[in-house]
């Protein structure tokens, strides 16, 4: 064997064994391109739980590594200003109080709380159509779109969410806000619908602030996220049904200058929603902030 | 040739890339099972906890003289000095040999200092300080003796008598030169408040069932410039998140900062902070008091570290349904004078955790003294009166028994201009309502104009 045969032998060697020691030691990262947060495995067992515990997974969930950071926003003057300004040029008077300023014009009121919510009442309510409550959401969801967008009240970034029937009388129209490419879970839009008439829009609108990419951190899986809820809520007496798995953002309303909003998996479980915090796996509860700090 | 050079060359590249990669696997990382919480977090060590002795002060020393008594608190030199002898005399004098009662005490013999704990200090088994004694509190220290030998009397908040020692000639000498010092500063001598004599300012009925001195003359204080304690924002984090990187913020409008991973959640503002975990509240406090004690010290000592004049003042059990809570309360002093601010510092906890701490602690050390303006204090009847002028403002009858719970001079912490200020007042408790006198014109200062 020449020298020159030995020498691309052992290139070839070494070259191989540099690809290996280089795969172990970057696997997370090459692991995080390849891999995905639940396994089919890991799947199977949550499913195993969820059954143990009389929950049912009817909803596909997301296998992939997301990482996300907080999402931190404020409160959207921009959104005040368009509502008001419509107002005004319709000649609003106005009214001020501690809590709230009350705009007034023909058939409107707009009160803008502190909090930042604005909340429009129509008097007289708007007919919608007729005999909605038999409706399907997606035809209701069309009247209220167009209603939305004759009233300059569309914003960029609105997105249907889900709707609520109440009572006999009345269905209530929730609208996410997208930012980031993320849902808000708050409540952003709200339609109130009462004997075919739009009784109401509460507003809460909210601008991104203060990105650094550089913060990301991996969020929990769907999975984890299950357990976890399960684990918070107990067994159920009757199967309950999982209907949607999803990830994106929630948090209350503050009087604030600005806030941070975890990412969260909301669940949907009996139509009710669950939300879980994405970074500590916690059950966010309705108020999040301790009372003490109020 | 110029092809098996270059062979030559990706070789040894190949070679020395696989070395170092191996070394890199080998040393450069640590498997997962032994890397420590210490590796993933930052160590955070602000300040040691202390002993219950260190925790609990006396809340007035004094010293009878002729026509009264010199009377010395928490924030002065020579209180410190004082109760730091006695503790060391107490320990050698207890824990040798002389626990007891002795044979030889001189009923009737002069007292030569006294201290008044207040909390009560908790002694026995658990005690560093005076472990072979029967569990019990120390209410009281008496030092009593003539001119060549001492005794330390020990009792309780019913005035039994918890022990007594006889002090060595070696402790006799170091007693005596520091409360000769302590006798040589020039202060203003003060009375013990009775109740005959609060009724005579008065003018009706008034119990007194605490220990007050009173000073029997006009004080000269000072209004001062005041500054809150500066908070290491990032530390003071880290205390109370496990990783506060998953810990959201949200900024208030009056500038302060929430901190909440939706379960606790800390507000910091400029001059403090307050933590609140309610998710804790139902629970048991099986600690003894000592213990408590303990775990307060360590708390305060965590989160935010001791600042010289920080005094215990209150510790106590509450019981609210399920939920069973030892709460402590902290005030700062100054120069022997309590500040009185918005909040006092304040800590609940049980077996489970912390679950509320407020914290605001405001600081006179080190800030220009000339700002400071001179107060003459009014006298403690002016002041008494004008208590009692308050009250019998707000309530609808006169009453007719009155009980004195506190009577003290201090400093408010209020704004003037856009300064704080810590302004000398009269401190009173009657009948469990706090009243704050400016301490020269006896106007009363509101709980809510405090900062």
């Known amino acids: 064997m020449n020298l020159g045969r030995a020498k691309l032998i052992l290139i070839i060697a070494f070259a191989a064994l540099n690809i290996f020691l280089g795969y172990y030691l970057f696997w997370p990262d090459f692991g995080r391109l390849t891999s995905v947060a639940v396994s089919a495995e890991e799947l199977r067992l949550t499913e195993q739980m969820l059954a143990e515990n009389n929950y049912k997974l009817e909803s596909p969930i997301n296998r992939a590594i997301q990482t996300v950071d907080f999402l931190t926003v404020s409160q959207s003057l921009s959104v005040q200003r368009a509502v008001l300004l419509r107002f005004l040029r319709e000649g609003a008077s106005i009214s001020q109080e501690e809590e709230a300023n009350y705009y007034y014009i023909e058939g409107e009121t707009a009160v803008i709380h502190a909090s930042g919510l604005i909340s429009i009442l129509y008097n007289p309510s708007v007919p919608l159509g007729e005999n909605l409550f038999n409706q399907e959401p997606r035809e209701i969801r069309n009247l209220v779109d167009a209603f939305l967008v004759a009233h300059q009240l569309y914003f960029d970034g609105l997105s249907f969410d889900y709707l609520e029937r109440d009572d006999p009388s009345t269905i209530v129209v929730y609208y996410n806000q997208i930012i980031d490419d993320a849902p808000v879970f708050a409540g952003q839009l709200k339609v109130i619908i009462v004997d075919d008439k739009i009784q109401s829009v509460d507003l809460y609108w909210l601008e991104p602030a203060d990105k650094i990419m550089a913060r990301e951190i991996r969020v929990i899986s769907a999975a984890e996220a299950l357990s976890n809820l399960v684990y918070e809520l107990g067994p159920a007496a009757e199967q309950k049904l999982i209907s949607k798995v999803e990830l994106g953002y929630y948090s209350g309303d503050y009087d604030a200058e600005k806030w941070e909003m975890p990412p969260v998996w909301r669940i949907l479980i009996n139509g009710q929603y669950y939300y879980i915090n994405a970074f500590t796996g916690n059950l966010e509860q309705e108020i999040i902030i301790p009372e003490q700090l109020q | 040739m110029m092809k098996e ?35 993933i977090y930052e160590r ?9 002795e260190q925790i609990i002060f006396p809340e007035t020393i004094v010293i009878p003289v002729e026509n009264g008594y010199y009377a010395y608190r928490e924030g002065e030199q020579i209180y410190t000095r004082l109760w730091e002898t006695l503790l060391e005399q107490l320990h050698s004098s207890f824990v040798s040999n002389q626990a007891g009662t002795v044979s030889d005490f001189p009923e009737g013999a002069p007292r030569l200092l006294s201290c008044y704990l207040r909390p009560l200090l908790p002694v026995g088994s658990e005690s560093s300080l005076l472990p072979l004694l029967p569990e019990s509190e ?35 000498a170091v007693l005596q030169n520091l409360i000769s010092v302590a006798k040589a500063e020039e202060r203003v001598l003060h009375n013990l408040l009775t109740g005959d004599a609060a009724a005579s300012a008065a003018g009706l009925n008034v119990t007194v069932n605490e220990v007050i001195f ?31 990187s998953l810990a959201r913020s949200i900024e208030e409008k009056d500038g302060a900062v929430i901190y909440t991973d939706g379960e606790r959640g800390l507000r910091l503002t400029t001059g403090g902070f307050e933590f609140s975990y309610p998710r804790l509240e139902e629970g048991e406090a099986n600690q003894t008091v000592a213990e408590a004690l303990n775990s307060s010290g360590a708390l305060i000592s965590f989160h935010g570290g001791w600042p010289s004049g920080l005094r215990l003042e209150i510790i106590e059990q509450a019981r609210l349904g399920r939920s069973v809570t030892y709460s402590t309360q902290w005030r700062m002093y100054y120069l022997g004078y309590p500040l009185y601010a918005a909040k006092p510092t304040r800590i609940v906890f049980n077996d489970r955790g912390l679950i509320h701490f407020n914290r605001l602690i ?41 009980k004195l719970e506190a009577f003290n001079l201090g400093y408010a912490i209020v704004t003037g201009g856009n300064e704080l200020w810590a302004e000398p007042v009269w401190h009173l408790q009657i009948d469990g309502q706090r009243i704050l006198l400016r301490a020269d014109n006896l106007v009363q200062i509101q709980v809510e104009d405090l900062r």
């Open chain 2, 44 to 52: 955070v060590i602000i300040e040691q906890p202390r002993p219950p």
């Open chain 2, 214 to 244: 009173l000073p029997q003359a006009q004080i000269d204080l000072a209004r001062l410039p005041v500054k809150p304690e500066t908070i290491n924002r990032e530390q003071l984090l880290k205390t109370f998140f496990v990783d506060y």
């Open chain 2, 5 to 39: 050079r270059l062979k030559s060359i990706i070789l040894l590249v190949l070679v020395c890339l696989s070395l170092f990669q191996t070394y890199q696997l080998w040393y450069g990382q640590q498997p997962a099972e032994l890397a420590t919480a210490e590796d």
């Open chain 2, 138 to 172: 120390l209410a009281r220290l008496d030092l009593i003796g003539g001119s060549e030998t001492y005794w330390v009397r020990l009792f309780t908040a019913e005035e039994e008598v918890l022990a007594e020692a006889k002090l060595t000639s070696t402790q006799v």
């Open chain 2, 362 to 402: 405001y600081n006179l050390q080190n800030l220009n003294q000339d700002l400071a303006e001179n107060r003459m204090t009014a006298g403690w009847q002016e002041a008494l009166r004008a208590a009692l002028e308050v009250i019998f403002a707000e309530a609808s009858e006169q009453p007719e028994d009155l």
